[in-house]
C-alpha cells in the first residue's frame, strides 16, 4: 500500500492520550503531513511488516503532541525505514521492541522529544545516518537488549543534540531475565555530541546470564564524560574531539567557517550527500583534500568576494592615472607528457595579462601548429597562467604579454622566443 500527498489530522475531540493517527502494514507513505491536536495520540503505531517514510512531517499543533510518533510491532521482519522525514513533539519519536525489527533512520530529523528520540529494545537493531536527533528527559538514543540475539545500532554523520533537561545524548544496556541475554553494541562515528553533561550511559548487571553493554565512539566530537558500569567495553581512543563545533547558532546547526569539525570525518566511503543534499565530501578547509565533515552537515565554503588586488575592474581610477603596469621575471615551463606548463610573471600592478604564443619560424610543420592566446586577471605580484597539456605543439613560438591596469594604461609588450619540445 502507497499512501502519497496527504494531511492526516488527528483531532482534538480524541480522548487524551489515546487515538491513533494511521496503523499501517508493509506500506509506504511519501510527502504526508500528520499533525495531532490532541495530547498523547499516537502517529503511526504498531506497524507489522515494515515501513517505509520518505519526506513525512509529524508534528503537534496547540496542546497537541504525540505519544509514540512511530512503532513498530513485533515480528515486522522488514526493516523501517525513514528517510527525510521529521518527528516532533514526541514523548518517543521512534520505538521497535523485537529482535527481528531494523529501524533505519537517514537525512531525518527527530526534534523536541519528551523522553527518548529513538528507542530500541529487546533485540531491535538500527542505524541513523546524516540526521539530527534531540534528546529528551532520558537519552537521544537509547539501546536497551533483554533477548537472546545481540542488538545493535550504527550512528553515523549525525548531530545529535539536547533539549531542556536532557540526562544522555546516548545509552546503551543489557537487562538482566530468566534466559540468556545477548550483548548491546552501539558505534558512534562521524558525529557531533554537543551540549550534554553526560555523554554516555552504559550499564552491564555483571549477571551471569546476560552479554556485555559496549560503547564505541570514533571521529566525533563529544565532551568524553559519562556512566560506564559492568561488563563491555567504552572506547573513545579513536580520533575523537572534544571542542565547540562553532554552529551557526543555538538552534541551526550547520558547522560555520574554522569549525573543527570540518574536514575530519573518517570514511572515505561515506554518504555522497549530507541531511540537505549537499554533496559530500567537500574540501572545506582549503587545504586541496576533499574529507567529509563530522555531523549531519557538510560546510559548504564560500568564495571570498573580489577585491581590487583580485579584479582591476574594482580598483579605484585616480584622476591622471598615467602609469604602466610593468611585466617582469617572466619565466615558461614547456607542457610535457600528461603535465600542464606554466607560464609565470609578476605585475607592479592588478592589470589584464594577455599572452600570445605564436608559432615561428614560417615553413614546415607550421600548420600543424596554432597560436595560443591566454588571458588571466592579474594581481600586484606573482601571477601565474596554466597551459593545459595538448595546447602547444613541439616547436618554437613567439611569446608576446601585455598587461592593462583599470585606468586603460597597457605596459610594454613583453616579447620572448620559447621552445615547446
Not at 42 to 54: C, E, L, M, R, W
Not at 95 to 114: E, G, P
Not at 271 to 279: E, F, H, S
Not at 283 to 300: H, L, R
Request: glycine residues 10%; hydrophobic residues 30%; positive net charge.
Amino acid at each position: 500500500m502507497t499512501l502519497s500527498g496527504l494531511t492526516v489530522v488527528i483531532p482534538s475531540s480524541f480522548t487524551d492520550d489515546a487515538g491513533d493517527g494511521i496503523v499501517v502494514g508493509h506500506a509506504t507513505l511519501n510527502d504526508m503531513d500528520i499533525e495531532s491536536l490532541n495530547p498523547g495520540s499516537d502517529g503511526v503505531p504498531n506497524i507489522q511488516k515494515g515501513a517505509t517514510f520518505s519526506n513525512v512531517s509529524m508534528y503537534g499543533s496547540g496542546t497537541g503532541s504525540f505519544d509514540i510518533g512511530i512503532s513498530q510491532t513485533s515480528l515486522a521482519y522488514n526493516p523501517l525505514a525513514i528517510d527525510r522525514s521529521t518527528i516532533e513533539d514526541a514523548k518517543t519519536g521512534i520505538l521497535a521492541t523485537h529482535f527481528t525489527d531494523k529501524v533505519n533512520v537517514n537525512r531525518s530529523r527527530i526534534l523536541n522529544s519528551k523522553t527518548n528520540a529513538v528507542k530500541l529494545t529487546q533485540g531491535a537493531d538500527g542505524t541513523i545516518e546524516n540526521s539530527i536527533i534531540q534528546a529528551g528527559s532520558s537519552s537521544a538514543v537509547f539501546l536497551s537488549n533483554k533477548e537472546s540475539t545481540n542488538s545493535d545500532v550504527d550512528i553515523r554523520y549525525s548531530t545529535i543534540i539536547p533539549g531542556a533537561s536532557s540526562a544522555y545524548a546516548v545509552a546503551t544496556e543489557t537487562v538482566p531475565t530468566a534466559m540468556t541475554v545477548g550483548s548491546s553494541r552501539m558505534t558512534v562515528s562521524d558525529s557531533i555530541l554537543n551540549g550534554f553533561t553526560n555523554t554516555y550511559y552504559r550499564s552491564d548487571p555483571d549477571s551471569p546470564t546476560t552479554g556485555a553493554a559496549n560503547i564505541t565512539f570514533s571521529h566525533s566530537d563529544f565532551d568524553p564524560t559519562g556512566l560506564s558500569t559492568g561488563k563491555g567495553v567504552l572506547d573513545t581512543t579513536d580520533s575523537n574531539i572534544n571542542a565547540d563545533p562553532k554552529f551557526l547558532s543555538a538552534t541551526d546547526f550547520h558547522l560555520t567557517k574554522g569549525s573543527p569539525a570540518i574536514d575530519t570525518a573518517s570514511s572515505p566511503a561515506g554518504p555522497l550527500v549530507d541531511i540537505d543534499g549537499n554533496k559530500r565530501p567537500v574540501d572545506g578547509n582549503g587545504d586541496g583534500i576533499a574529507v567529509a565533515d563530522m555531523g549531519a552537515y557538510e560546510y559548504q565554503p564560500v568564495a571570498d568576494p573580489p577585491t581590487c588586488e583580485t579584479d582591476p575592474k574594482l580598483c579605484p581610477v585616480l584622476p591622471g592615472d598615467t602609469t604602466a603596469p610593468v611585466i617582469s621575471k617572466v619565466k615558461f615551463k614547456s607542457p610535457k607528457g600528461k603535465k600542464a606548463g606554466k607560464l609565470k610573471l609578476r605585475l607592479s600592478e592588478a592589470a589584464t595579462i594577455k599572452a600570445t604564443f605564436k608559432p615561428t619560424p614560417k615553413g614546415k610543420g607550421k600548420k600543424k601548429r596554432k597560436t595560443l592566446k591566454l588571458s588571466k586577471t592579474g594581481k600586484a605580484g606573482a601571477n601565474k597562467l596554466k597551459i593545459k597539456k595538448g595546447k602547444l605543439k613541439p616547436g618554437k613560438y613567439r611569446l608576446k604579454i601585455i598587461a592593462t591596469d583599470a585606468a586603460g594604461n597597457r605596459s610594454k609588450p613583453m616579447v620572448r622566443k620559447v621552445k615547446v619540445k
